[in-house]
């Protein structure tokens, strides 16, 4: 079942100079295709995240469940989040042909989550950072969610030019996201390629 989330639609939608991925056309290849495989390797991101079977993961702006599906292979449940019904649709009909029944989508904005605070274990945030009009509403938003000893994982691409992504002036160093997380969250790892960087945080 997908779950709406009603309200204006700001974050990600917002900021409409933004770099925002429009579902159209061959949008499965381009999400999944070979070269995105290769070089978001999800054999390499997902094992740093540390799921547990118990845990209760969150994964923002989900799409067509690229990294959703591995998480949930690990987790215990994951919510899926995401503003575009298209992709949540896609997601739902995959999640129930592979026989998921441990992930619950929600329709809505990763900036207003509808989920209570203190908990759930992760939050993952895979390529959205940049995408929102204020960083520091959805790492605050990440942080209230989280468990006291909750870990965030923060996914988003170098601030260079990479053969996938959004323009360079869009992007967000790491460097951005650690001062943004700091009042909040304790940087507890740190993972760069040619292509991204992955910041793993700690509530306190």
Request: proline share 5%.
């Amino acid at each position: 079942m997908i779950h709406s989330v009603p309200g204006t639609r700001k974050g990600i939608q917002s900021n409409e100079h933004a770099h925002r991925f429009e579902p159209a056309g061959d949008f499965i290849e381009r999400l999944e295709g070979k070269e995105r495989r290769v070089l978001i390797p999800l054999g390499d991101i997902i094992p740093r995240l540390g799921l547990r079977s118990r845990d209760v993961a969150v994964d923002l702006g989900a799409g067509i469940g690229y990294f959703t599906f591995p998480m949930a292979r690990l987790a215990g449940r994951v919510v899926s989040v995401d503003i575009e019904p298209r992709m949540l649709e896609v997601l739902a009909s995959r999640a129930r042909e592979n026989g998921f029944d441990n992930v619950e989508l929600v329709l809505g904005e990763i900036t207003s989550l509808p989920i209570t605070a203190s908990s759930v274990d992760q939050v993952f945030a895979a390529f959205v950072y940049h995408e929102v009009e204020s960083q520091e509403t959805l790492v605050g938003e990440c942080a209230r969610i989280l468990r006291r000893g909750g870990r965030l994982t923060v996914v988003d691409f170098q601030k260079r030019e990479t053969t996938i992504g959004p323009p360079v002036s869009e992007r967000k160093p790491p460097e951005h996201v650690i001062r943004t997380a700091g009042s909040m969250l304790d940087l507890s790892s740190r993972h760069e390629t040619e292509v991204f960087y992955q910041l793993g945080f700690t509530k306190r």
